[in-house]
């Protein structure tokens, strides 16, 4: 077998629905020599037979890993980083659409500039029956010199996780973080896991490296119907990993999020989840309009922006202004 130096990805749970369709995907990319590695993280399912039954008609190397425990996306994609052995990774979600381009174009780039650690691409959406639906992400800088500014600014670094990223530097800053946060459920370290990763990453452009983009469309990101939970969570996250960045750059010890969050104030918090409602309460319009309730959505939409304007600005902007 040739040395191949990328592992392709799929942390798995319960995805019988689609994980076909995705495998279908992987095996119509236009690079085929890399690792497939399927992680399936206690599936209750019968995602585990589909899969094996798909390369007993489709022959390919492929590896399975069943795990004994139950952990979480963010804990998957850390027994990932470990246990491949490849200098690359490149993760797919079990219930997306790669196109055929996707892991050349990606693995091409990477491999073209040594300074490059992470390279991502643009996404669109479809929903749960495939078709394509308003939005997308088209986030990330596209040149060298963009993200060294961006960078040392001290900004989030927002990106897809559907990138190629180089496995020993992410480790290198500690890789997808699954220490430090509460028991239980919602488990906040699957929330913005690849912002963090992505702004820990950037601490090594004083070395020289940099995450970019590839500018196009060569992923297909599935979005469920309705609405998700709260947004309280993803702002927290956000919050805490923002002020690791300012901490790290510092020389100041990192806070857990068990730390972080005990060191919020009332009136802070109390700020937070108001930005919390009002992201939730545009999501609810968003959806409203969907479904032919126009005015209630109209009505939630500026309800939100009077809310809060900035966010309601953010979020126009990147999804109305960059629709491809």
Not at 165 to 190: C, M, W
């Amino acid at each position: 077998m040739k040395n191949m130096d990328l592992t392709v990805a799929i942390c798995m749970y319960n995805a019988e629905k689609y994980v076909k369709e995705t495998l279908q995907c992987l095996l119509d990319q236009t690079k085929q020599d890399f690792k497939l590695l399927i992680v399936n993280d206690c599936s209750t399912d019968n995602s585990v037979e589909i899969v094996k039954t798909f390369f007993n008609e489709h022959p390919r190397q492929y590896e399975i890993v069943n795990l004994k425990v139950n952990g979480g996306l963010c804990a998957g994609r850390r027994f990932v980083e470990v246990y491949a052995k490849t200098k690359y990774l490149l993760f797919v979600d079990a219930d997306d659409r790669p196109l055929p381009e996707f892991v050349e174009k990606l693995y091409d780039k990477i491999t073209s500039d040594s300074q490059l650690m992470a390279v991502g691409c643009y996404l669109e959406y479809i929903n749960i029956y495939g078709e394509s639906v308003p939005g997308g992400i088209f986030l990330g800088e596209k040149d060298k010199n963009s993200f060294y500014e961006k960078a040392k600014r001290e900004k989030l670094i927002f990106m897809a996780s559907t990138s190629i990223y180089n496995r020993e530097l992410a480790l290198s800053v500690g890789g997808h973080n699954t220490i430090g946060f509460p028991d239980g459920k919602p488990r906040y370290q699957d929330l913005c896991e690849d912002l963090d990763l992505w702004t820990r990453m950037s601490d090594l452009y004083t070395q020289g490296y940099a995450i970019i983009v590839v500018p196009e469309i060569l992923y297909q990101y599935r979005k469920g119907e309705g609405m998700s939970t709260s947004s309280f969570g993803m702002i927290l996250r956000m919050r805490h990993i923002k002020t690791n960045l300012k901490r790290r750059r510092r020389g100041q010890k990192e806070l857990s999020f068990v730390e972080f969050r005990e060191q919020l104030g009332e009136s802070e918090l109390k700020k937070l989840e108001r930005e919390a409602v009002s992201a939730d309460m545009l999501r609810k319009g968003y959806y409203d309009i969907r479904n032919g309730r126009l005015l209630s959505g109209i009505r939630t939409i500026i309800g939100s922006a009077l809310m809060n304007p900035s966010y309601f600005v953010s979020k126009f902007k990147h999804n109305f202004l960059k629709f491809k």
